[in-house]
């Protein structure tokens, strides 16, 4: 075997221009993949990084309706007082957190700092699985209204803050103005839930009130040996025993049990498969012609074959060398793919949603930085081996068995490509047409979905506008206090030079799906057993509209008076009046916040918005419309609203005024930082990250798979049209035109073209329909999408078949038959 | 019908010029069987080239039937051609793909000729050649005999009135090359012009003349 591939080495180094093609071609496409293939096993495939990952499970509050998040409810205080204690036959342990932000007081020198912040129960790591590399855990004595501040912090502010000193530990840090002595660091890159620099305990107050908003996320250790369906069935009796001793119809059922790590990937998984099924196509490709750079060399040298065997190779020798050589085209490909990725890997991954930390997914909360890792390392070694194997065995036979008579008296070199040969070259090229139409199609289908999401008017000004947020947490407990902050916010803000006016709302106006509202439109029945429907939350101060440049359609804007104190009123989208009162004006009726049953108050409408566009999670289900609520009257019915986004409308570029609006916040109070400062231009920039990032993967896979189907299909042709100058030759002297011999090879590139485009064209119909079961935004495949992916393929096969025709055209009839 | 007057051909090589033909001056009346013989390289190819109109980068003056070749450009000559001019190949240069049917029809579909006549046109000739069962074999099918009959065929389908035919017999065995050579005789007779180039007295005895070369030079004719 060391002979063998001693005389392949020597023999591509004899052949410089074959062994960079098929090299060059390898390469692209292992390198395209395996880079891709490493985001894939960060994302999707590396287990939690926690002991015994799958025993882990999130719980959601459940009724009995079908299980899609919609119709479940993450925990509430109660929810986790009375599961905990009744599952201990089926759970470890059970705990819950839930996300906020604390601001890193200024009392140290430095400016005010937002930490994004988990609130924990004390068990909350033991659950998982993870200690604190540096001190310990919560105590549940901790855990408790009222006790001793304590705080374990993030490897990352660990090094910032303490310069990864020991001491750091019975240090008091400022959070929101009250001292909490760090007790605890966590491992780097652990960030677990909410991204959370910090953890406190949770401290839940389990008060019958405030205990049934659903604002828990909770996670359980599954005992060793209890499975899913075990589980479920044990939580619905503790439901059912739980309901019989105090009736309620808001009670939980069941419990939605779904694998922890589930969570995390479900919503990435069918765009991400999608981006990996691009790039496997593109592979194939790749592939598909490497093995007809391999066929054609092996036509090249069959009088060399044949020679050999004359000689006395058996067909086992001959098959061995021609294995070897494409095995060792192989390894060099693999190799300088792997270059390939180490150099695109990280350019992927900052282009991916999964680099940034505002937009990439939950799973940047553990350890999934992007690597060249083992398993990586893996899949391209595999791909390596059905590269030179697979793809390789074919042209390695047919090289052994080259027809010895044929190839011996020369008739070899100027007969015709022999049918078999020509066949399965032919059908590689149609396989590579077929390909890349479905990528193609596939970034057409992108471009256009990508296209109408970006295009459709968000309803605001974008220009202009400054915003950032703010939290209110322990600093202002109370609705008053929350509410006169930040009206003198909004004074200072507005006193600022360059700001034209200046409002605030929940949430951020490009964030509009994270608030949903529990309503039941007066008059409307409410879907059952739930008992309300959803709405988006837009709480918002008089001036709004004015400011963002929102567009009221009738009635009016809150003023001053629509306060704590004042009447319930809400505006509604058109939207949500046209479901619900059609033809009619909407101002004047009656929407209520939560159950009919429920203590919530009636809203009278006052006006009707203009509808904004708003990015939907699929997951949310159906939602009825847009309700803007009083921000005074939203914070006096809860508690739990402490994320405010301002809005200034500024006469200057927005981001020249970052430091005077800083210290315009400063003048409200110094312990305050305003976070996630941007224009409200980038903002929107921002959005649908994951659509760009695969369309514009797509859309290079299919130019890659364009260019090498092009190639494949060039190479075919060159090929055939060396091997039949003499057939050229002859039909010139015959008396065709050079417009003839064009026709000829022109003819066969259009057959394998048609060819492509059936086989292409159904698997692209089979691939949409996938893709779309899997991601349902995705709109259906247009014929134009088709025309247009067609249109391209046939413009490169033109080209790729035109300088081979051409190259037949110019065919010397003399020279060609100079055999005499 | 052939007026050749002082046809030269050049090949540039790396020391200067090689002559390939020089001060060829001949006359080919209509109905005349002609063999070009010489030895090896001494350019009987290429004269039949230039004859044929493959060739056009020569010097001197060629008339065929009357038109002044060496004034026509290069689509004239073309058509000039495929008008009057059937080939015989040496190594007969039928298509390994096609049937010899096929590769009897194709001169006939570089002709602008309905589908329909060249069915007939095709049929005629099989039938004249006798090789009618032989029609939906394959080149490879057939004994170098048949082969080359098959290519005197094609080389007559669209009616040329002058056939050139390069050492025809080369491939093939006395008794196959005499068939040819009789078949040259018929045709000849019915009113064809033929240039063959060979090697073999006898073939060319069946010939009205020989035109003799040697280092591009006529010696004789
Ligand atoms: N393309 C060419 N370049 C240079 N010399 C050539 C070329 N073609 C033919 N010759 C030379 O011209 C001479 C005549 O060739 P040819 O007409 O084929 O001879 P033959 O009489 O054997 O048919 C030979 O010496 C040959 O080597
Ligand atoms: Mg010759």
Redesign the interface.
């Known amino acids: 075997m060391l002979q063998d591939l001693r005389h392949a080495f020597r023999q591509l180094a004899k052949s410089p221009g074959f062994t960079a093609a098929a090299v060059l071609v390898l390469a692209l496409g292992i390198g395209v993949n395996t880079a891709i293939f490493s985001i894939v096993e960060a994302a999707l495939l590396r287990p939690l990084p926690f002991p015994e990952p799958d025993r882990l499970v999130r719980l959601h509050e459940a009724f009995d309706q079908p299980d899609t998040r919609a119709n479940t409810l993450n925990l509430s205080e109660l929810t986790v007082q009375q599961w905990r204690e009744h599952s201990g036959e089926i759970f470890t342990g059970f705990g819950a957190a839930t996300g906020t932000s604390l601001t890193l007081g200024a009392a140290t020198g430095t400016p005010p700092r937002y930490l994004p912040t988990a609130r924990v129960t004390a068990d909350f790591f033991t659950v998982l699985g993870v200690a604190p590399v540096l001190g310990r855990n919560f105590t549940a004595a901790e855990d408790k209204p009222g006790a001793a501040r304590t705080v374990i912090i993030g490897h990352d502010l660990w090094q910032r803050q303490f310069g990864g000193r020991s001491d750091a530990l019975g240090q008091v840090l400022l959070l929101d103005g009250t001292p909490h002595t760090v007790v605890g660091v966590m491992p780097p890159t652990f960030r677990h839930p909410y991204r959370a620099d910090i953890w406190v305990p949770l401290a839940a107050g389990f008060d019958a009130r405030a205990g049934r908003g659903h604002f828990l996320y909770g996670v359980a250790r599954l005992k060793p040996g209890v499975t899913a369906a075990a589980a479920d069935a044990a939580m619905r009796r503790i439901c059912a025993s739980l309901n019989a001793a105090a009736p309620d119809a808001s009670n939980p059922v069941r419990a939605y049990i779904r694998p922890l790590r589930e969570g995390f990937v479900a919503d990435l998984r069918p765009k991400l498969l999608a981006i990996y099924g691009a790039a496997l196509c593109a592979l194939l490709v790749a592939a598909a012609n490497f093995a007809g750079l391999l066929l054609a060399r092996a036509v090249e040298r069959e009088g060399e074959t044949a020679i050999r065997a004359a000689l006395g190779a058996s067909r086992r020798q001959l098959l061995r060398e021609s294995l070897a050589q494409s095995l060792l085209l192989a390894a060099l490909g693999t190799a300088a793919g792997l270059l390939i990725a180490t150099w695109f890997s990280p350019l992927l991954v900052a282009l991916s949603p999964e680099g940034s930390d505002a937009t990439g997914s939950a799973m940047r909360e553990f350890d999934h930085a992007v690597r060249l890792n083992l398993p990586v390392f893996g899949f391209a070694t595999g791909t390596l081996l059905l590269a030179g194997l697979g793809f390789g065995l074919l042209p390695a036979w047919r090289a052994s068995r080259a027809d010895l008579r044929s190839a011996m008296t020369g008739g070899g070199r100027g ?2 490509l022999d049918r078999g040969t020509r066949r399965l070259l032919g059908a590689l090229v149609v396989g590579e047409i077929a390909v890349a139409l479905m990528l193609l199609v596939g970034a057409g289908l992108l471009t256009g979905h990508f296209r109408t999401l970006v295009t459709q008017p968000w309803g605001f000004a974008t220009e202009n506008r400054l915003n950032f947020k703010v939290t209110l947490d322990q600093l202002y407990p109370t609705p008053e206090a929350r509410t006169q902050a930040l009206d003198k916010a909004l004074g200072e803000f507005r006193a600022v030079p360059g700001v034209r006016s200046a409002t605030v709302t929940l949430p951020h106006p490009v964030e509009a799906a994270r608030q949903l509202i529990s309503n039941n439109p007066a008059g409307a029945v409410p879907p059952e057993p739930r008992g309300f429907h959803l709405a988006y939350l837009r709480a918002t101060v008089p001036g709004y509209f004015a400011t963002t440049g929102e567009t009221l359609l009738r009635g009016r804007d809150f003023t001053t008076a629509d306060n704590a104190a004042g009447q319930h009123v809400c505006i509604v989208n058109e939207a949500f009046a046209r479901r619900y009162w059609p033809g009619k004006d909407a101002v004047g009726q009656l929407v209520k916040w939560g159950r009919l049953d429920g203590p919530r108050p009636w809203f009278t409408i006052v006006g009707v918005a203009a509808d904004t566009k708003i990015i939907e999670d699929p997951n949310d289900g159906e939602i009825n419309g847009t309700l803007h609520l009083p921000l005074a009257q939203v914070l006096a019915a809860s508690v739990t609203f402490n994320e405010f986004t301002f809005v200034l409308e500024t006469a200057v570029e927005p981001r020249s005024l970052e430091n005077t609006v800083r210290a315009a916040l400063a003048r409200v109070d110094p312990r305050l930082a305003a976070y996630e400062l941007s224009t409200m231009a980038e903002q929107v920039a921002l959005t649908r990250v994951t659509e760009r990032f695969a369309l514009t993967l797509i859309g290079l896979f299919g130019l890659l798979g364009l260019v090498l189907a092009a190639i494949g299909l060039y190479g075919l042709l060159a090929l055939q049209v060396t091997r039949r100058m ?2 050229f ?3 010139a ?5 050079a417009a ?1 011999l064009i026709r000829l090879v022109a003819t066969q590139g259009a057959w394998l073209l048609t060819g492509g485009f059936v086989f292409g064209g159904a698997a692209a119909a089979i691939a949409v329909r996938i893709a779309r079961s899997q991601w349902p935004e995705l709109p259906a495949a247009s014929p134009l999408v088709f025309a247009l992916a067609g249109l391209v393929l046939a413009l490169a096969v033109s080209l790729a078949s035109w300088l081979p025709a051409r190259r037949a055209a110019r065919v010397d ?2 020279v060609a ?1 100079r ?2 | 019908m052939i007026i050749l007057r002082n046809i030269e051909k050049v090949y540039p090589l790396k020391g200067g010029v090689f002559y390939a033909l020089r001060n060829i001056s001949l006359e080919i009346k209509e109905g005349e069987f002609v063999s070009i013989m010489g030895p090896s390289g001494s350019g009987k ?1 290429t004269l039949l ?1 230039i004859l ?1 109109l ?2 056009s980068a020569w010097g001197g003056e060629y008339f065929l039937h009357g038109e002044a070749v060496h004034q026509l450009d290069k689509k004239k000559r ?1 058509d000039l ?2 008008k009057h001019i059937g ?1 015989v ?3 007969y ?1 039928l ?3 096609l049937t010899v049917y096929e590769n009897l029809e ?2 006939l579909s ?2 602008d000729i309905a589908k329909k006549e060249r069915e007939s046109v095709v049929c005629d000739v099989l039938d004249k050649f006798g090789i009618v069962g032989k029609k939906d074999l394959y080149p490879s099918q057939l004994s170098g005999g048949q082969q080359q009959l098959v290519g005197v065929a ?1 080389a007559l389908i ?1 009616k040329p009135s002058l056939i050139l035919a ?2 025809p017999t ?1 491939n093939l065995h006395s008794d196959q090359g005499r068939e040819i050579m009789r078949l040259f005789k018929q045709l000849n007779a019915e009113g064809t012009t033929i240039i063959q180039v060979t090697h073999s007295e006898e073939n060319a005895t069946y010939g009205s003349r020989i035109i003799r070369l040697a280092d591009g030079l006529i010696i004789s004719k």
């Open positions: 007969a015709t003499r057939e030759g002859i039909r002297a015959l008396g065709s035109t003839g009839p003399i038959l055999a005499e | 190819s080239h044929g493959h060739d073309f051609q495929k080939f190949f040496q190594s240069h298509l390994d793909d194709i001169p570089y002709r094609r669209a390069d050492e080369g």
